[in-house]
């Protein structure tokens, strides 16, 4: 199978996974929506969700939208710096306009293959800046370590701000949970254990090896990557620009509230909420956290108050304004721009 088949086939196979996931999604709260117009005395045929959305998105305000698209811009503005002081100790400046570019091709790629645009992310770097990639992706694995400690932060902030609201709502929502068998863990750990053994045993041989050889390279390369960043010599400004995006993020979502009339009434408590839910929906393996991010986002706003219905439209509205305007955009723009900022390398 060549790699453009291998590609597109895992493209169709994330995308369908987020559509199925948000048309489950859309389904239910459509049934809520007949629930309201029911109550409401609402006919039938003018209960759409779909239309419900549409007169939500032109009701919305298009100039607080577009203040939290440009905070989203200004947070990968500072995500690029950051970044650049990662790499500094392995002896390389990243020119600003190349990791800016690195990283919004890295998220539209993402939304066609999630978790791929971060590989490509450390690509366009060593193509452009002559870094190695293995020690470019292990700086992206530094950064993804300092984001998911952020997310902790974030998490006990929420809880501290609003404990009896998450306590309420964890009660009345079943918690999904995942056992298992212990015939599954036996069959795991043997396979681990004989793995380890002949991995062991031939260690010689793998290692000498052309295939072995290259992936000690690898390793070394991550590995030195990583460890950059206890290496860096301005650790204030890299704390100073980690505190900068997750403001940013926060402070985008609070004015997102804003824009929509159903939720312009709703503060700094709601946007950590929906800020902590939108991350861990994100995680879900689809493009952009379609489907999951819809859901969970809908459910942190429930916990305010806010109808389902209201809340899959406020979902939309951020989902779609930020991949479209921010992401998708800025994505296509860089991979124009980039080989004609770089002809000489390219």
């Not at 890295?106 to 971060?118: C, F, H, K, Q, V």
């Not at 400004?237 to 505190?243: D, E, G, M, N, S």
Request: charged fraction near 10%; charge should be positive.
């Amino acid at each position: 199978m060549n790699k453009s088949l291998k590609s597109f086939l895992q493209f169709i196979l994330f995308l369908g996974l987020g559509l199925t996931i948000l048309y489950f999604v859309f389904s239910k709260y459509q049934a809520n929506y007949e629930i309201e117009c029911v109550a409401n005395n609402i006919a039938a045929k003018d209960c759409s969700l779909v239309t419900k959305i549409w007169l939500d998105f032109k009701s919305s305000s298009w100039i607080f939208i577009a203040i939290s698209i440009g905070i989203y811009i200004l947070s990968n503005v500072l995500r690029t710096l950051r970044w650049n002081l990662l790499l500094q100790p392995l002896g390389y400046h990243v020119k600003f306009l190349n990791g800016f570019g690195a990283i919004m091709i890295g998220y539209i790629t993402s939304l066609a293959i999630p978790r791929i645009g971060e590989v490509l992310r450390a690509g366009v770097v060593a193509k452009y800046e002559d870094i190695p990639s293995e020690k470019a992706f292990g700086t992206i694995i530094s950064e993804r370590v300092i984001d998911f400690v952020m997310l902790i932060i974030v998490s006990l902030i929420a809880v501290l701000i609003s404990y009896k609201t998450i306590i309420d709502y964890l009660k009345d929502n079943a918690v999904l949970k995942v056992g298992i068998s212990l015939q599954a863990t036996i069959i795991g750990v043997c396979m681990f254990l004989a793995t380890a053994t002949i991995t062991f045993y031939y260690r010689n041989l793998l290692m000498n090896s052309a295939l072995g050889q290259k992936i000690i390279t690898l390793v070394k390369g991550l590995f030195e990557g990583i460890m950059s960043i206890f290496k860096m010599k301005n650790r204030l400004a890299f704390i100073l620009y980690t505190l900068g995006i997750w403001l940013c993020y926060f402070v985008m979502t609070l004015t997102m509230l804003y824009a929509l009339p159903a939720t312009a009434h709703l503060g700094g408590e709601t946007a950590m909420m929906i800020l902590l839910f939108g991350s861990l929906g994100l995680i879900v393996p689809t493009p952009g956290g379609m489907g999951s991010y819809h859901f969970l986002l809908v459910e942190a706003l429930s916990i305010f108050g806010v109808s389902k219905v209201d809340g899959f439209s406020f979902a939309n509205l951020i989902f779609f304004s930020i991949n479209i305007f921010g992401n998708i955009l800025l994505g296509l723009a860089a991979y124009i721009a980039l080989p004609l900022l770089n002809q000489k390398k390219s």
